[in-house]
């Protein structure tokens, strides 16, 4: 082969590692899009059971290891009966492995920057959770669980001026000490709800470009 040859071919292969590279870094992580679409479907159960049962309903996040629970990886689905006390409707369940709930945000059209850095480990905090009133619910006489809640009409109970409300799912490693390591800060997705019709979305970083 030619010098001329040789060039044009280490060009073209230049040109598809580079493509190859813009397209697996744009590519989200299987776990990362499973976990958003668990989320989805919880929070939907708990706006159907709001209206059904004509009453909150709410989806939890476990905040402490009790029952052999991660925290920030756990979560369930539970209503609120006439007495004021909480039953949970669908039993708790983690995350698939390596995602983990960051945090909530309001106006989610804002695109918030990752509050933490990468390989950073924290503890969790109810600081990184705005939540839906009440915003901490005591469900099993074990202590409050942070929350997304719904009223009886379907609406996603938002307190503030804030006109949606959502759960950031990101790319971390969440121990059963409750400490958790940011392992990505493009991998991630948000759930979110409005306040008015209670619509559920799943929406990736680049939607709010």
Known sequence: MSLIELLVVAAIISMMAGLLALGLKGM?????????SQVTSGLSLARQL???????????????????????????????????NWTVAKKWEPLPEGTFFLESVTNTIDNPPMPKAL???????????????????????????????FSSD????????A????????SGVADTNGDVTLTSTNQYYFVETDSIVGRIRMRAPESYR
């Not at 989200?28 to 958003?36: D, E, L, N, V």
């Not at 480990?121 to 009440?134: E, L, Q, W």
């Not at 006109?163 to 990101?170: D, L, Q, S, Y």
């Open 154 to 161: 379907g609406a996603a109970a938002i307190t503030g001026n």
């Open 28 to 36: 989200k992580s299987p776990a990362i899009q499973g976990a958003a």
């Open 119 to 149: 390989g950073e480990v924290f503890v969790f905090s109810t600081n990184y959770f705005k939540g839906g009133t009440p915003g901490l619910i005591t469900i099993e006489s074990t202590g409050a669980y942070q929350c997304i809640t």
């Open 163 to 170: 006109t949606a409300i959502a759960i950031r799912i990101a």
């Open 50 to 84: 709001a209206i059904t049962k004509n009453t909150k309903a709410a989806l939890f996040i476990a905040m402490d290891t009790n029952n052999g629970r991660i925290p920030l990886r756990h979560w369930a689905v539970g209503y609120s009966n006439r007495t004021g």
